[in-house]
């Protein structure tokens, strides 16, 4: 599985995206499903409505009913680690949004990414290791 935030998510359904065929040929090369956290679709849900209205949101919701795309449940005993990533990161400023990749990341053990972020070279999985991010061209 390959981590997804947010802007991929945007991406990969809004064709006036700069990089829009290039994620598209990525997500078709990989091997493995994506998955996102419920922040990070809700965020791009919520763009994509402003873009693309409900036709680019059904596109999206597609990806959830092709199986393209899981989503990983944040549990209620996660809160405590979602606040400390918060603000161990409140320098760059972590949304809630990448600290539930990042707890998503230290959960399952994935730590591919795919993501338009910069600041997935900063965080860090476990306060130790870093993400592996794919690089799209």
Not at 1 to 13: E, F, N, P, Q
Not at 54 to 63: H, V
Not at 75 to 102: F, G, H, I, K, N
Request: proline share 2%; net charge negative; with cysteine.
């Amino acid at each position: 599985m390959i981590l997804c935030d947010a802007g991929v998510l945007l991406c990969l359904v809004d064709r006036t995206q700069p990089k829009h065929k290039a994620y598209q040929n990525v997500i078709l090369q990989l091997a493995s499903p994506l998955i996102t956290t419920w922040s990070c679709l809700t965020e791009a849900m919520y763009l994509a409505l402003h873009r693309g209205g409900w036709q680019m949101q059904k596109q999206l919701g597609q990806l959830l009913l092709s199986k393209l795309l899981t989503v990983y449940e944040v549990e209620e005993v996660d809160y405590s680690r979602l606040l400390m990533l918060m603000e161990q990161y409140r320098d760059r400023p972590m949304d809630l949004a990448d600290a539930t990749l990042v707890l998503a990341a230290e959960k399952t053990g994935y730590r591919q990414i795919l993501t338009l972020d910069s600041d997935f070279l900063f965080y860090r999985i476990g306060d130790r290791d870093s993400f592996d991010v794919i690089q799209v061209q």
